[in-house]
């Protein structure tokens, strides 16, 4: 299976995904990956890896949907089975859910449907919550609505800070990403209502 992933910071998940898809076994390789900007640090692992790289900036772009239309050819060009979004912080547009939604994945911070958008560790330390986590799910038009494929939970302890927060699901979320990616790619997967069924 032929995975792009998305990018927009550090790409520890992408690390992760790069170092999983070495075994052959794994059922899936990285074949590019694409940022929406230049400084995105997780493109030079891709490119030390010998993986092509491209960058979408929306100011580049007239609009957003020139920019929507811009990503949605960037990708398929390189013909994915699955589209990760690995720390991706733009929502994806119509044209690129017509062509990529059904197998377009996020990886999430928080355990969904709590504390959606960008500071889910923030938040949950904020609200006091005792477990936080990461969430996989399958995009859809919302902001963090869609389908979920896995979760996992972490313990919020007494004298977390945002910081080791954010890490302590980080680590999970790697684990988590890798092996639901490996699963969905080697088993088959299709979604039934609001869940997602991993055989074929
Ligand atoms: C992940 O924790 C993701 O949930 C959040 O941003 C982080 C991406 O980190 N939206 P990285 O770029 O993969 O290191």
Redesign the pocket.
Same mark, same amino acid.
């Given at each position: 299976q032929r995975l792009v992933v998305l990018?927009?910071?550090? &790409?520890?998940?992408? @690390?992760a995904l790069l170092e999983a898809t070495r075994d052959p076994g794994y059922g899936a390789q990285v074949v590019a990956v694409g940022a929406d900007r230049p400084s +995105? +640090?997780?493109l030079d692992l891709a490119r030390e890896a010998g993986i092509p790289t491209f960058v979408e900036r929306v100011g580049d772009h007239p609009d957003r949907e020139a920019w929507d239309a811009a990503l949605t050819a960037a990708v398929g060009k390189h013909e994915p089975d699955l589209v990760i979004s +690995? &720390?991706?912080?733009k929502l994806a547009g119509e044209r690129f859910l017509n062509q990529f939604g059904g197998r377009y994945l996020? =990886?999430?911070?928080s355990l969904l449907p709590a504390f959606p958008g /960008?500071h889910?560790p923030r938040e949950a330390l904020e609200y006091g919550v005792k477990i936080a986590g @990461?969430t996989l799910f399958v995009v859809d038009a919302g902001v963090d609505t869609g389908v979920i494929i896995a979760q996992v939970a972490v313990p919020v302890l007494d004298d977390d800070t945002e910081d080791t927060l =954010?890490e302590r /699901?980080?680590v999970a979320?790697?684990a988590q990403l890798v092996d639901s990616v490996g699963r969905l790619a080697r088993e088959g997967w299709r979604v039934e209502g609001r869940r997602v069924i991993i055989g074929r």
């Amino acid at each position: 299976q032929r995975l792009v992933v998305l990018i927009s910071g550090g &790409g520890s998940n992408l @690390a992760a995904l790069l170092e999983a898809t070495r075994d052959p076994g794994y059922g899936a390789q990285v074949v590019a990956v694409g940022a929406d900007r230049p400084s +995105a +640090a997780g493109l030079d692992l891709a490119r030390e890896a010998g993986i092509p790289t491209f960058v979408e900036r929306v100011g580049d772009h007239p609009d957003r949907e020139a920019w929507d239309a811009a990503l949605t050819a960037a990708v398929g060009k390189h013909e994915p089975d699955l589209v990760i979004s +690995a &720390g991706f912080l733009k929502l994806a547009g119509e044209r690129f859910l017509n062509q990529f939604g059904g197998r377009y994945l996020n =990886t999430h911070n928080s355990l969904l449907p709590a504390f959606p958008g /960008i500071h889910g560790p923030r938040e949950a330390l904020e609200y006091g919550v005792k477990i936080a986590g @990461a969430t996989l799910f399958v995009v859809d038009a919302g902001v963090d609505t869609g389908v979920i494929i896995a979760q996992v939970a972490v313990p919020v302890l007494d004298d977390d800070t945002e910081d080791t927060l =954010t890490e302590r /699901i980080k680590v999970a979320e790697r684990a988590q990403l890798v092996d639901s990616v490996g699963r969905l790619a080697r088993e088959g997967w299709r979604v039934e209502g609001r869940r997602v069924i991993i055989g074929r």
